[in-house]
C-alpha cells in the first residue's frame, strides 16, 4: 500500500487541529503490511507518553481521515 504524501498530510492538519497537543511528537502515518492487506497507523519521531490522554482518538482521526479523503 502507497500513502499519498499530500492526503496524510491534509488528514494529519485537521486531526492535528482537534488535537495539537501530539504535534510535538512528530507524528506521521504509515501503513504496515499485514498477512492479507495493510494497516494504517501512526509512527513518531518521538514516543508520547503511554497515558497522555487522546491519544487513541488522534490515531483515529488521522486514519479515517486519510481513508475520507483517499475515498
Known amino acids: ?6 492526503l ?6 485537521e486531526a492535528l487541529e482537534k488535537y495539537p ?3 510535538a511528537f512528530g507524528p506521521r ?3 504496515r503490511e499485514m498477512f492479507q492487506g495493510a494497516a494504517l497507523m501512526l509512527e513518531y519521531e518521538r ?5 497522555m490522554a ?9 486514519v479515517k481521515g486519510y481513508k475520507r479523503l483517499a475515498g
Open 21 to 23: 497537543q501530539f504535534a
Open 1 to 6: 500500500m502507497t500513502i499519498d504524501a499530500g
Open 29 to 31: 502515518l504509515a501503513a
Open 54 to 62: 487522546g491519544s487513541w482518538d488522534f490515531q483515529n482521526a488521522v
Open 47 to 51: 514516543q508520547p507518553p503511554r497515558d
Open 8 to 13: 496524510a498530510a491534509q488528514a494529519m492538519r
